[in-house]
């Protein structure tokens, strides 16, 4: 793997990340890639309305949501935070689809963040925060590591994590 050519400001001498130009002309084993959030409990916000739209294969109608971590609880490995880059610029994209099969896991998120139904939760989910366990998975190709939020372990922000 070549290494990544190292840039400094001019003023302080200090590496600092290269140009989108200059990533332009790097081969993709010189670019730099995002690391995953570790594995753990995170309090999340939801900055902005649900992307609505349609999968490319079935058609099928989903919702997603852009969550964004703002807090990582105390059982978190801080280290591998740091190392990830810590919680700023990071999103995880949570997506739900309208289909008989996978309505109960969209209404159970809803009702977990206290909102009555699905419909609730698009309409109102501007601000919401809410507590959820990420999990990682693994690439089709098997070269990269994703980081997912379990919707399952959807908590309210003032949700006791005691025994998490």
């Avoid at 349609?54 to 591998?80: G, L, R």
């Avoid at 959820?132 to 919707?151: E, P």
Wanted: charged share 25%; aromatic share 10%; proline share 6%.
């Amino acid at each position: 793997m070549a290494v990544m050519p190292r840039r400094t400001t001019q003023l302080s001498g200090v590496p600092s990340k290269p140009s989108l130009e200059d990533m332009m002309n790097m081969s993709s084993d010189q670019l730099p890639r995002p690391k995953a959030l570790p594995i753990g409990w995170y309090m999340f916000i939801i900055r902005e309305l649900p992307r609505h739209d349609k999968s490319t294969q079935k058609q099928t109608e989903f919702y997603e949501f852009t969550c964004y971590p703002i807090e990582a609880m105390k059982h978190v490995d801080e280290d591998a935070l740091a190392e990830a880059g810590g919680l700023e610029e990071k999103s995880i994209r949570l997506t739900f689809y309208k289909s008989e099969k996978a309505m109960y896991r969209f209404t159970e998120f809803a009702e977990a963040l206290g909102f009555k139904n699905a419909t609730e939760l698009v309409n109102g989910c501007v601000g919401t925060q809410f507590i959820a366990h990420v999990t990682h998975s693994l690439s089709q190709d098997s070269k990269r590591h994703y980081a997912n939020i379990d919707d399952r372990t959807a908590l309210p922000p003032d949700a006791s994590l005691d025994e998490v």
